[in-house]
């Protein structure tokens, strides 16, 4: 998939203001400080179509970006450790929650983990609980040009043991590096076939 356009759309708290669902979704999301919005910056090719920050928890809205005038990359809050209130981590994750369960349109969720950590269990309730909704999901390790081969093989593997523990069948997993641009275009050819599939 080329990537000829890609527009901010709208930025809010409140999902029934999110655009009309008559255009595909791709939703992603991670704990805090994964490396969000450096990875969505990289699948776009724009330097700053997605705000980076080092404080955790910089992204607090539900963002939407057109892209190509065909589908959407919805940019999520993360759960987990971020330097904002008790009150406001709840705030997110009923957001969270009345985006997954009013988005007809939302053809997979993007679900980002550090490449550097062991399974977290954050991670793993995350993930399970969007199983039980019956939420299509992918994985995607962030980060890998930080550690060697082995240390990625080697976290791919716990990853996959933990969830074998209650997954019949394993997601689609990514293996990525917003900096060496790593993963970029098997993550655009799930998606371009994804949207063909629907069509």
């Given at each position: ?20 669902t008559d255009k595909p979704e ?163 050819n799930f998606i371009e076939t ?6």
């Amino acid at each position: 998939m080329d990537i000829r356009q890609a527009e901010f759309v709208v930025s809010n708290t409140d999902v029934s203001k999110c655009p009309q669902t008559d255009k595909p979704e791709f939703a992603f999301i991670g704990r805090s400080n994964v490396g969000k919005s450096s990875l969505i910056n990289m699948l776009t090719a724009r330097k700053d179509l997605a705000k980076t920050s080092s404080t955790p928890g910089k992204t607090q809205t539900i963002n939407h970006f057109f892209i190509n005038k065909a589908w959407y990359l919805v940019d999520l809050p993360g759960y987990g450790y971020a330097q904002v209130s008790k009150n406001s981590r709840e705030g997110w994750s009923h957001m969270i929650d009345q985006y997954f369960k009013n988005r007809d349109n939302l053809y997979c969720t993007f679900i980002l983990i550090d490449s550097r950590l062991e399974p977290q269990a954050s991670d793993i309730s995350f993930i399970n609980r969007l199983g039980k909704m019956g939420i299509p999901i992918a994985l995607v390790l962030t980060k890998t040009d930080k550690m060697k081969q082995s240390e990625q093989a080697k976290t791919r593997n716990q990853l996959e043991l933990e969830l074998l523990k209650t997954w019949e069948e394993l997601p689609p997993i990514f293996v990525t590096s917003a900096e060496k641009k790593t993963g970029r275009n098997p993550m655009l050819n799930f998606i371009e076939t994804a949207l063909n599939a629907k069509r």
